[in-house]
């Protein structure tokens, strides 16, 4: 997968992952892809929120080691 812009939210509580995820998205093309990483526990119950309400695509979530959770967002 080709990732076109990441944002390092690792340390942020809610909202501000969504807020910067929201932020990163606006300076994107339709089509491009968002990486997020988060450490907030609330962060894929926020992340899928966010997807349905915005219309963008929230590709794929995982866990990576140290609980840093993902997410890939594509653009719409």
Do not use: H
């Not at 969504?18 to 450490?39: D, F, H, N, P, Y």
């Not at 962060?43 to 979530?61: K, M, V």
């Amino acid at each position: 997968m080709n990732i076109d812009k990441e944002v390092d939210a690792r340390g942020l509580n809610c909202p501000l992952p969504i807020l910067r995820a929201k932020k990163a998205l606006a300076e994107m093309q339709a089509g491009q892809v968002l990486r997020v990483q988060s450490t907030d526990p609330g962060a894929a119950r926020d992340f899928e929120a966010f997807a349905r309400q915005t219309g963008n695509e929230l590709i794929s979530q995982g866990v990576l080691p140290d609980n840093v959770l993902e997410f890939f967002l594509r653009r719409k």
